[in-house]
């Protein structure tokens, strides 16, 4: 038996150096990692610097004991034309042992990550980090398939975490209440940017089959919500958590121990943390 926290938490982009009236810069985002103090962190959106050597703020990492593990996303820009960076990282910040780890091709969409970790008292566990589309339920569900293919190729216990971009389809509020059929017609009208990718997270598809072909479970039975939409280029909006769409599913071999959302530290999601027990 082991204990080991980890966490999951998109950072927008913040660990660049971009200049914001409003949300995180690099430092701060840096002061919230060290607070949070996880073993393990999933960083999705870290950075768009084209290389890790080109991020400046990936040495006060290193000074924390931290090993780092760098995944560029490889969108293909000529469908992800909306993206505020030509490149986008997912990050995997380790103070434990990587016996091996594997960037992954889900959906041919876009890249995650898969890591062996060795825990303090040698018990090895697998690591999946994720950041599925935002856009159509469709293409999350393609990436989700190829996901079932990656997990079910090694049998240990597991953690996939990171942002999902879908919701539980049996939450009541919002999941239930943004299916229906007026709330998606009020979202041609109102912020269609925004609204019409929130009614799509809430169709939680690719979570039902996620579910169904694995038996993972959801580490917060409480379903909280995550993310805000105070976002980039609209950040006048509230800055109210809203919707969960980031997560951290774990194999039955594992318990959790505590289950926190963190508070604002400059980004639309919040980072979540866990403590686990690996049996």
């Known amino acids: 038996?082991?204990?080991?926290?980890?966490?999951?938490?998109?950072?927008?982009?913040?660990?660049s150096q971009k200049n914001t009236l409003t949300r995180g810069m690099p430092d701060d985002i840096i002061d919230a990692i060290k607070n949070i103090n996880a073993d393990i962190m999933v960083l999705l959106e870290a950075h768009s610097e084209n290389s890790l050597s080109e991020l400046k703020s990936s040495q006060k990492l290193y000074d924390m004991g931290y090993k780092i593990y760098n995944a560029p996303y490889?969108?293909?820009?000529?469908?992800?034309?909306?993206?505020?960076?030509s490149q986008l990282s997912l990050m995997l910040l380790s103070k434990l042992q990587i016996e091996k780890f594997e960037v992954i091709r889900l959906g041919n969409i876009r890249n995650a990550i898969t890591a062996?970790?060795?825990?303090?008292?040698?018990?090895?566990?697998r690591i999946i980090g994720i950041h599925l589309d935002d856009r159509l339920e469709s293409t999350r569900i393609k990436q989700v398939i190829d996901l079932?293919?990656?997990?079910?190729?090694?049998?240990?216990?597991?953690?996939?975490?990171?942002d999902f971009n879908t919701m539980h389809r049996e939450d009541l509020w919002p999941s239930?209440?943004?299916?229906?059929?007026?709330?998606?017609?009020?979202?041609?009208?109102?912020?269609?940017?925004?609204?019409?990718r929130a009614t799509e997270m809430a169709r939680g598809e690719a979570l039902d089959i996620l579910k169904k072909n694995t038996g993972l479970i959801d580490a917060d039975k409480r379903h909280r919500p995550t993310t805000t939409p105070k976002i980039r280029g609209f950040e006048w909006l509230p800055n109210i958590r809203l919707i969960q769409i980031d997560h951290i599913f774990i194999s039955k071999d594992i318990k959790?121990?505590?289950?926190?959302?963190?508070?604002?530290?400059?980004?639309?999601?919040?980072?979540?943390?866990?403590?686990?027990?690996?049996?």
């Not at 038996?1 to 660990?15: D, H």
């Open 1 to 15: 038996m082991v204990l080991v926290r980890i966490a999951s938490w998109n950072v927008e982009g913040r660990l």
């Open 74 to 85: 490889q969108d293909d820009l000529n469908t992800r034309t909306d993206t505020y960076a």
């Open 116 to 125: 062996i970790v060795k825990s303090k008292s040698n018990q090895n566990f």
């Open 148 to 162: 079932l293919k990656v997990i079910k190729r090694t049998v240990m216990p597991t953690v996939v975490m990171g």
């Open 176 to 196: 239930k209440f943004l299916r229906t059929g007026l709330i998606r017609l009020l979202a041609h009208i109102f912020l269609p940017n925004i609204s019409l």
């Open 256 to 279: 959790v121990k505590n289950f926190h959302i963190d508070t604002d530290k400059g980004a639309d999601h919040r980072a979540i943390v866990s403590t686990l027990q690996i049996n």
